[in-house]
């Protein structure tokens, strides 16, 4: 993107005689390019994440783009307190939601990893926090900014209907249809870059660089991925998600802010993610639920309800320590589970692909070709050497 061109020029496969050149010569994460762009490599994700690390980059320096996880997790937590805070004004409830984002083991293999899950749900829920506010401008401010969430993951685009919703439902006292028409303003121009972007690279506005969406998604994949992402959700967060359950059925719990009016945005937002990732590829990991790390406030804005709602019938001599003592419980039991998982260990592990590149680097000639697969990208990148993979091969 800093150069002005997202193709990376492969000349060596216009001259090699096996099978899928093209494929065989494009690092793990891009593939060929189409027409005009034959015998280049196009990258395979969404722009938007890598347009933010560019941007960091430039700000930044070589470390810029590595702040871009933690960043972005910092700001999940605080639009979890925003969001809460907005719609209850429950100060209890936004501080025990906000700890509860900041413990998630979810939110926490994501700190560190490069990756867009993190960076879309804190764009999303950012989007939402703006909505809160009653002028057309804020609507345009949550535009944009659910703008930028689409380019991190134009797959969740269908957000935008529960956005819509909020901004005609969340506020009173502004003539009907301003505030979704200032959002789908401001929201629009992010659609025509995905668009450009899908057509430059893929050969059509609506394919992306995984293919056809056909590939990715079946019916069928629905009751598998409900009971993993069910199972992993209780194993990660514990019993407490149940607890969001309280403020829905039990009538007493209810907290003020769950009207119709209130709830419906946030009940469509949270369908329409699952729905976009129930019918999704099949996975077997549970740092899966990354996919989901956007409706983890919504969650988590539940639970705190319950909480607050519970000590707050307990006598005011016992209700700050027990509920100190629940929520450590609470934390230690989530901040645990990350790290038997493996989340400190990740950056030391990662750095596996920064050595070997290295040593590359180093040790052979400017005109070695290397076989690999999962350092494709690094050796590239870090070692300036042509890479085939071998899996082509």
């Not at 969001?83 to 700890?99: I, Y």
């Not at 359950?245 to 003020?256: F, Q, S």
């Not at 290397?370 to 071998?390: K, L």
Request: include cysteine; hydrophobic fraction near 55%.
């Amino acid at each position: 993107m800093l150069k002005g061109d997202l193709r990376i020029e492969q000349p060596l496969s216009s001259v090699q005689p096996w099978p899928y050149t093209d494929e065989s010569v494009a690092p793990l994460g891009y593939k060929p390019g189409v027409g005009a762009s034959r015998h280049t490599s196009v990258p395979t994700y969404a722009p938007g994440l890598s347009m933010i690390m560019a941007g960091s980059l430039l700000a930044c320096g070589h470390c810029g783009p590595f702040y871009v996880g933690p960043f972005f997790a910092a700001l999940l937590v605080m639009c979890t307190w925003g969001l809460a805070h907005r719609l209850s004004g429950d100060g209890l409830a936004s501080a025990l939601a906000a700890l509860l984002m900041a413990g998630s083991p979810t939110l926490l293999f994501n700190l560190v990893a490069p990756m867009s899950d993190a960076v879309a749900a804190a764009l999303w829920i950012a989007s939402l926090v703006l909505l809160t506010w009653p002028r057309p401008w804020h609507a345009a401010a949550a535009g944009v900014v659910a703008g930028a969430a689409i380019l991190v993951r134009p797959n969740l685009v269908p957000l935008v209907l529960a956005n819509i919703l909020a901004a005609e439902l969340w506020t009173q006292g502004t003539r009907p249809g301003r505030r979704s028409l200032a959002f789908l303003v401001a929201v629009a121009p992010s659609a025509v870059v995905v668009g450009l972007v899908n057509t430059r690279l893929y050969g059509s506005p609506l394919l992306t660089g995984y293919g056809p969406a056909a590939n990715y998604y079946a019916l069928g994949s629905f009751p598998d991925n409900l009971w993993r992402y069910t199972t992993w959700l209780i194993e990660s967060q514990g019993a407490m998600v149940l607890l969001a359950l309280i403020p829905i059925v039990v009538r007493r719990a209810r907290p003020a802010w769950l009207t119709p009016s209130r709830a419906i945005p946030l009940a469509v937002y949270v369908a329409l993610l699952c729905g976009s990732y129930l019918f999704y590829l099949r996975f077997d990991a549970w740092w899966f639920l990354r996919f989901f790390l956007p409706a983890f406030p919504v969650l988590f804005l539940l639970i705190a309800g319950a909480l607050a709602w519970l000590t707050r019938q307990l006598p005011a001599v016992a209700a700050v320590p027990i509920l100190v003592a629940v929520v450590s419980g609470l934390s230690a039991r989530s901040v645990g589970f990350a790290l038997e998982k493996g989340a400190r260990g990740i950056g030391d592990g990662e750095q596996r692909f920064v050595a070997v590149a290295q040593h590359i680097d180093r040790e052979l000639p400017s005109h070695a070709v290397i076989i690999a697969r999962q350092h494709t990208g690094s050796i590239a990148f870090y070692g300036g050497r042509q890479t085939i993979r071998f899996d082509y091969l």
